[in-house]
């Protein structure tokens, strides 16, 4: 989606709802200072939120704009998870709160009347959000800085924009107030930083060699240059996911071009994992990055 199309659908949204609601609930969203007025997530988007984010028992669930609490009920009634949801509006969170006994996980999920800019979000491991893209866009650089590598972020209906996803589906919601009878949900795998110069020792063409590889990063993209044995080499398809790292390098080497498929974790300074290799089979890789730079954000 484009800058221009998701303000534009942002705007439609936030007008088409704001139709729907009685002056009482209009005037309700502009005391209590809303960016935009409370609409629930449909239940069959919270079942595709859920499942495309993966949750599962180990994961703690945190949803931004949490409304009634269904997100982060339906995440540990059904899926086994913990977590907590915040919501500026404290008449949703007491909705919220008394849903959850009445289920029977207030054991395991929590809701807070708080201002979702200010809420920490560290533990997460699955964060969810049905907010608009302009909001998305101020929360973007919180979600890169304070979120751990592999959480998943998981958004209805609205993108980040030059943040690309990782996985995108459509649900149909016949029902649907606004817009077309569907919705889409999109999931980001936040990246570990990988972006430096990393230099390790690597069996390539039947005898060692010195590697030397600088990685720039924007967002999961990465691209980058290598020496291989004092040689240029060509580097394609780098990409992150989460602490995963994937690129190609074709090297000369004995006078023909030969390509070599890294894959490995991103742990801090160092990297490790398996180098697939041209001729077939595999070896041991590791790396130690000697520069580090910065993720990207355009």
């Known amino acids: ?4 199309r998701g303000l534009l659908l942002a705007a439609a949204m936030v ?5 729907l609601l009685t002056p009482v609930q209009r005037a309700r969203a502009q005391a209590i200072g809303v960016d935009a007025p409370y609409v629930p997530t449909p239940w069959g988007v919270v079942e595709a939120m859920l499942q495309l984010g993966k949750v599962g028992p180990q994961d703690f669930v945190i949803d931004l704009g949490s409304g009634d609490g269904r997100i982060v009920i339906t995440a540990a009634r059904k899926f086994g998870a913990r977590g907590f949801g915040v919501d500026i509006d404290g008449s949703l969170v007491g909705i919220a709160q008394r849903e959850a006994r ?3 996980v207030a ?5 807070h009347e708080q201002n979702l800019y200010l809420t920490d979000i560290s533990r997460a491991t699955v964060l969810t959000m049905y907010l608009v893209q302009r909001m998305l866009m101020e929360l973007r650089p919180r979600l890169i800085k304070e979120l751990k590598p592999g959480t998943r972020v998981v958004s209805h209906d609205f993108d980040m924009g030059d943040w690309k996803p990782d996985a995108h589906v459509t649900v149909p919601v016949p029902e649907k107030p606004y817009g077309p009878p569907t919705s889409e949900v999109y999931l ?3 990246p570990a930083n990988a972006a430096g110069t990393w230099r390790w020792r690597s069996t390539l063409g039947g005898g060692p060699v010195d590697i030397e590889l600088g990685l720039q990063q924007t967002f999961q993209m990465l691209e980058g240059g290598a020496l291989v044995g004092g040689r ?7 990409r992150m996911h989460g602490e995963q790292i994937r690129f190609m390098l074709i090297a000369e080497i004995q006078g ?7 894959i490995g974790r991103v742990d801090g300074d160092s990297v490790s994992g398996k180098v697939k290799l041209a001729g077939g089979g595999e070896a041991d890789w590791s790396a130690t990055r000697v520069r580090r730079g910065k993720i990207e954000q355009r």
């Open 1 to 4: 989606m484009t800058k221009r």
């Open 15 to 19: 007008i088409a709802v704001a139709a």
């Open 102 to 104: 009445r289920q029977g």
């Open 107 to 111: 054991s395991r999920v929590e809701f």
């Open 188 to 190: 980001w795998v936040v």
């Open 232 to 238: 240029m080499a060509r580097f394609e398809g780098g």
């Open 256 to 262: 023909r071009a030969v390509r070599h498929e890294f």
